[in-house]
């Protein structure tokens, strides 16, 4: 079995009124462990902010490795797989993906994944989180704490160079880090524990 070593704790610590600006690094994807057949329903409402409530109200389309959803009683398959939740989205397309919609007959439809043999018991989930999704449960997920891809945090960054003004402090294993030097701190770390807090905390 291949070692695993403990992943590099990164903080990122932004002005205040800065934070929601952060969150749509979510887009890229984020990596969350569950347990092996976890309901997506069940998957959801571990998230912080993602009650039943919230599930029923808001979310308005689920991906499941490219595939929209409707039943969250639905188990989480795939080699990798990959969940994406958005809010209501305009036009036909919107109406065609929506949850228990009316045109949902007008999908594409694509085999399930079969769940292949593990010998872990745990599942890592790739989330990723759009629109209204994101500005509104993308704060708590970041203060949290998320496991995210090294390069998609540099990619991010590197992209949004006036964003990157918001940030007041980094940190790694607690060690100060300029930002400059962030690429090369995390040389040969592919994944990360990523915590975006404000200096209000």
């Known amino acids: 079995m291949k070692e695993q070593h403990p992943l590099k704790s990164v903080t990122l610590t932004v002005q205040p ?3 929601h600006l952060f969150t749509t690094v979510l887009q890229a994807g984020v990596e969350i462990k569950t347990p092996m057949n976890t309901e997506i329903g069940f998957f959801l409402c571990q998230l912080p902010g993602f009650s039943p409530e ?8 689920i991906f499941l490795n ?3 959803v409707d039943d969250l009683n639905l188990h989480i ?18 109406a065609i993906f929506r949850k ?5 007959a007008l999908r594409t439809r694509t085999a399930v994944q079969p769940q ?6 745990t599942l890592t989930v790739t989330l990723k989180l759009f629109n209204s999704i994101a500005k509104e449960r993308g704060e ?5 704490g998320i496991e995210l891809s090294t390069p998609k945090l540099l990619t991010f960054l590197s992209k949004r160079s006036g964003l990157c003004e918001n940030i007041t402090d980094i940190e790694i294993d607690k060690n100060t880090v300029p930002l400059t030097n962030l690429s090369d701190s995390l040389a040969g770390c592919q994944t990360i524990n990523l915590k975006i807090i404000t200096s209000n905390d």
Do not use: F, K, W
């Open 100 to 104: 228990n919609s009316i045109h949902a």
């Open 54 to 61: 919230y599930i029923q109200a808001t979310i308005e389309t």
């Open 77 to 94: 398959t795939g080699e990798h797989p990959v969940l994406a939740l958005s809010a209501a989205m305009p036009g036909l397309a919107g």
């Open 66 to 68: 490219g595939t929209p």
């Open 140 to 144: 708590d997920l970041l203060q949290t």
């Open 17 to 19: 009124d800065s934070l």
């Open 116 to 121: 292949t043999d593990r010998e872990e018991n």
